[in-house]
C-alpha cells in the first residue's frame, strides 16, 4: 500500500486500518489457531532509490516475522540520520504530547495464549494505548505504532511510567497475572528506575504484596530498531 504525501500519525493511522480489516479476514486452522500476518511500514521520499525503499520493507517484514505479534513494525529511512522528517516529527510530537496531557491513555488487556498452558492462574498481557479525541474514527493507536517516535522524542519513560501506574491499578481490581511492555530506552534514561522503584514500594507500603507478585516486566525494543 503506498500513502502519497502522509507522515507520521497519519499514515499509521491507515497503515493500522488496513491491518485491522487483514486481521479480521484470518483463516482458521487446525487446533483452533488462525494464521497470523506480518506487517511492515517505512517511509520514503521522491528522491530515494525503490531498491533501497523496499530493502527497508524487507528488513522490517523479517523483524516482524520474528517478533512474535501480529502489530506494525515500522522501521524508518531516517534511523541514523541527523535530519527527521520535520512534519512528520511535529505532528507526533503534538499527538504524544496531547496524549500525555490529556486523558487519553490506556491499557488494551487480552487474556495471554500460549502453545503451553502451565500458568497457576490466568495470565493476560496489556498494550498501551493512545486516542486521538481529533479522529472521528475513535480507533486507538498502539504502543507498537507510536513507542518508536515517543522513543525518537524523549518520552518513552513518560508513556512507560503511565503503563506500569495503569497496570497496578489493573492488578488491584483484576485476578491473574499481567504482562506490561516497557521499553529498553526506558530504563536507559536517568531517574525512570527510581520512579519505578518508588510505584513498587508504595505497592508495598499499601499491603498490596499481590498486585506485585503479579506482575510481569517484557522488555520491549520499541524504536531501538525502529
Known sequence: VLIQGAGGPDAMRVAQA????????????????????AFAM?????????SVVFARLDTALMAAESAGHNEIEMLSGAQGQSVKPAAAEAAWHELLHRALAGDAVSL????AI?????????????????????QNDGQPLTGFAFMPAAVRLGLSSDFDARAIHLALAWLAENTGELVVRVSVTSFLKAGF???????????KAAGRDNVLQRLIIELDAYGVCA
Do not use: N
Not at 488494551?108 to 487474556?111: L, N, S, T
Not at 503451553?116 to 479525541?133: K, N, V
Not at 528506575?193 to 505497592?203: G, I, M, Y
Open 18 to 37: 488496513v491491518h485491522h480489516s487483514l486481521q479480521q479476514s484470518r483463516i482458521m486452522l487446525s487446533g483452533g489457531r488462525s494464521c497470523r500476518w
Open 42 to 50: 517505512t517511509d520514503f521520499t521522491p528522491a530515494e532509490d525503490l
Open 108 to 111: 488494551a488487556v487480552e487474556r
Open 114 to 134: 500460549y502453545g503451553r498452558q502451565g500458568f497457576h492462574q490466568p495470565r493476560y498481557e496489556s498494550t498501551l494505548t493512545i486516542t486521538d479525541p481529533s
Open 193 to 203: 528506575t527510581q520512579k519505578f522503584r518508588e510505584a513498587l514500594d508504595a505497592e
